[in-house]
């Protein structure tokens, strides 16, 4: 008796499971008409000039909104973005085994998503703006959240396809937001900053196979007829679900790295208030989770100064986090009342900011001295704690001479980031010993390096062939490109000069 009450049960569910299939057959997917959801579909991933011109509309707002950080434009870049489209043709290609449909899809996919990129590069590199924004780094680290609104956007694109209720897709346009990260690629090209390149392409990728993959198993949940073998169907479902798997991996791991720097930060803010009394309190805190030590930084206005307390927090913080933290503090003495701590503060707000434009106005004059220009001539950033000026031709001075003069003002000034841009002077001459380069060639090669980042030109290699192929790989690995002029095989000198020759 006890061995028939498992049994029943299972044929209990069993029948409750076809019960449910039949209902599902005969009530929702026969509703369904796929001659003509699949017409429309394979019409809309055609290649056409509308379908690139209304990428490089898209593409083009949503790296302006990127740059200008502003949500409202990357938005509207979202809803022109036609990149929907090919990508759902991919997913129904998949799904009813149509390789021509599916060759359709992914060329138009493709050659859209290169222009993209190309487009954004180009506008980049035009651009004067090129500050990394808080909108281009949000699409640099996705994680597995980023796959599960894919997930859900897609079922819900899918379903409004299917079901002929296509203005839902607008709203799918800006939840999987496809084109902001293509754009952030192009930027990570143009800036050859490969950290937001990979990181924003890894997001992209994410959101168009999480699409595909869901809208071909939502054709096949709908019954849309397959020209796939039952075990050509059964290999699909599985590496369907294998690429979903491979996606999660790297995203949960940089779910994880998110979420220890949330708490670490938590941490690190809970930490500096213990060492001091009850009614002291945090003004300001930064920190920098990426270098080795962490880098800690904070203002306190506490009723009681304590001296020890930058070697009691580093010792704490050290052992919470269980990694060396380098802690640096200021402290303010303040009254115990309300008032007095917020009068304080505001106080020390002040005199931070004062400080700071006391700061930039000498380093604008030292800037300026150095660069002989007059003081209008030097761009100071004070919120990003950036200085540029562009350097008039100093009579003898080498490239090396600016290159120094810029180190020695850096040294002095190591919380900003200065730029000293020189004329386009002789670049260094590389030397080798047979066929390696000479030791003065490698700190040469850190000089051209240097040179072009500022003056922004190409440079040009002549010499024997297997010399300037040599000196043109140890650039690539700096990120200089170089365009090469060699003659004869071997190995000699190679002179380094700039293709655009100083006017």
């Known amino acids: ?14 029948r409750v499971v076809r019960s449910w299939q039949r209902w599902w057959r005969s009530s929702v997917t026969s509703s369904v008409d796929q001659a003509a959801v699949i017409e429309k579909r394979r019409a809309e991933c055609e290649l056409s000039s ?20 502003s949500p409202a434009v990357v938005i509207g870049a979202m809803l022109l973005s036609p990149l929907m489209d090919p990508i759902m043709g991919v997913g129904f290609a998949l799904a009813v085994g149509d390789f021509q449909w599916l060759r359709q899809s992914a060329r138009s996919l493709a050659i859209g998503t290169l222009f993209a990129v190309l487009f954004c590069a180009i506008v980049v590199f035009m651009s004067p703006l090129q500050t990394l924004t808080s909108e281009i780094a949000a699409r ?36 999987t937001a496809l084109m902001p990260p293509l754009a952030v ?21 994410t959101n168009l196979m999480t699409i595909a993959l869901t809208a071909a198993v939502m054709a096949r949940l709908y019954g ?41 930060t938590r941490q690190i803010n809970s930490v500096v ?96 001295l150095i660069a002989g220009v007059s003081t209008e001539a030097v761009t ?18 080498t490239l090396g001479a600016y290159r120094e003069l810029e180190r020695r003002i850096a040294s002095r000034e190591p919380d900003w980031n200065i730029r000293l841009i020189p004329p386009a002077r002789a670049l260094p001459r590389l030397a080798f010993n047979g066929e390696e380069m000479a030791p003065s060639a490698q700190q040469g090669i850190g000089l051209i390096e240097w040179a072009v ?28 490109v170089a365009q090469t002029a060699a003659s004869g095989g071997g190995y000699g000198d190679v002179s380094v000069v700039w293709s655009t020759p100083e006017e």
């Open 1 to 14: 008796m006890a061995s028939d009450a498992p049994a029943g049960r299972t044929e209990n569910f069993g």
């Open 50 to 69: 509308r379908y690139l011109l209304m990428i490089s509309m898209s593409a083009g707002i949503a790296i302006l909104g990127l740059l200008l950080s």
């Open 140 to 175: 640099t680290r996705p994680n597995i959240f980023d796959l599960l609104v894919a997930l859900f956007s897609a079922v819900a694109g899918g379903y409004a396809i299917i079901r002929g209720r296509e203005g839902t897709i607008v709203g799918v346009a800006i939840a």
């Open 185 to 205: 690629v192009g930027y990570g090209l143009a800036t050859f900053n490969w950290t937001v390149f990979s990181g924003a392409l890894l997001l992209f990728v």
């Open 224 to 264: 849309f007829r397959t020209n796939l073998s039952e075990k050509q169907t059964h290999l699909q479902s599985a590496l369907i679900l294998l690429a979903f798997v491979t996606l999660a991996i790297p995203l949960y791991i940089s779910l994880r790295q998110i979420v220890w720097e949330t708490n670490a």
């Open 273 to 368: 208030l213990e060492a001091f009394d009850d009614r002291a309190r945090l003004s300001q805190i930064e920190t920098n989770l990426n270098t080795e030590p962490i880098q800690v930084s904070a203002t306190v206005l506490t009723p009681e100064l304590n001296s020890d307390a930058e070697r009691i927090t580093a010792r704490a913080m050290s052992r919470t986090l269980g990694e060396p933290v380098d802690v640096q503090l200021t402290q303010y003495r303040v009254g115990t009342s309300a008032q007095a701590a917020e009068q304080a503060q505001l106080s020390a707000t002040l005199a931070r900011q004062e400080a700071d434009l006391a700061k930039a106005e000498t380093l604008a004059d030292r800037l300026a």
């Open 380 to 397: 100071v950033d004070r919120e990003r704690r950036r200085a540029t000026v562009t350097a008039r031709p100093l009579e003898g001075a």
């Open 453 to 480: 980042q500022r003056v922004g030109l190409p440079v040009r290699l002549e010499g024997r062939r297997d010399a300037v192929e040599l000196v043109r790989l140890a650039l690539a690995e700096r990120g200089v």
